[in-house]
């Protein structure tokens, strides 16, 4: 009887134990993860124009598959895009990151200057739009645009005058309708 005793006094212990343990990660500034995945996305994509990626404030756990939702900001067009960061390999306070950025802005961009005064030559322009109408006239036709050089700037607008081949004239009007640093969209409308 009295082996019983001390049996049952030897489980009491481990199971307060058990109902007072806690864990806690470790944690890092979001601040930093931002940075990080600011140059992380630079390096593995150069040709993207991302001024910053902003993880909020606070602290974020370093825990294995952790995902920190995160905003993309462009600079030619000021839109603002959803990205993720995931951490990986997190061993202690060290870790991985991986950037994957949403496709499609969460706002509607407005028209900004150009950076640094980025333009496109408006021979250029013409000769996109020809190529662009020739399938839907069924001929390529001459386009002829002025001035020589247009802003590379979302919603930036040229007139250019158009020649059929039997030399009927119309004006088209180009439409820059998406930048990525020196990559861009046009649409072109014969008015």
């Known amino acids: 009887m009295h082996i019983r005793s001390a049996a049952i006094l030897l489980v009491l212990p481990v199971l307060a ?22 140059e992380a996305l630079h ?10 990626i902003d993880c909020g404030d606070g602290n974020v756990d370093l825990v294995e598959g952790e995902i920190v939702d995160c905003v993309a900001t462009d600079t030619t067009s000021g839109a603002e895009l959803g990205a993720k960061v995931t951490l990986s390999d997190v061993e202690g306070t060290s870790y ?31 000769e996109l739009a020809a190529g662009a109408l020739a399938e839907q ?3 390529t036709p001459t386009i002829t645009c002025s ?31 998406e930048v990525n640093g020196t990559d861009y969209k046009i649409n072109a409308e014969i008015q």
């Open 17 to 38: 134990l058990v109902g007072c343990t806690a864990s806690a990660n470790l944690t890092v500034d979001a601040g930093k993860i931002s940075e990080q995945a600011t």
């Open 43 to 52: 390096q593995s994509n150069p040709e993207l124009e991302i001024v910053e």
């Open 96 to 126: 991985h990151l991986s950037v994957k950025i949403d496709d499609a802005p969460t706002n509607s961009p407005t028209a900004t200057s150009a950076p640094e005064g980025l333009t496109v030559p408006s021979t250029t322009l013409a």
């Open 137 to 139: 006239l069924g001929f």
């Open 147 to 177: 001035p020589a050089d247009v802003p590379l700037v979302v919603d930036e607008q040229i007139r250019c005058m158009t020649t059929a081949e039997d030399g009927a004239a119309a004006t088209t009007l180009i439409t820059i309708t």
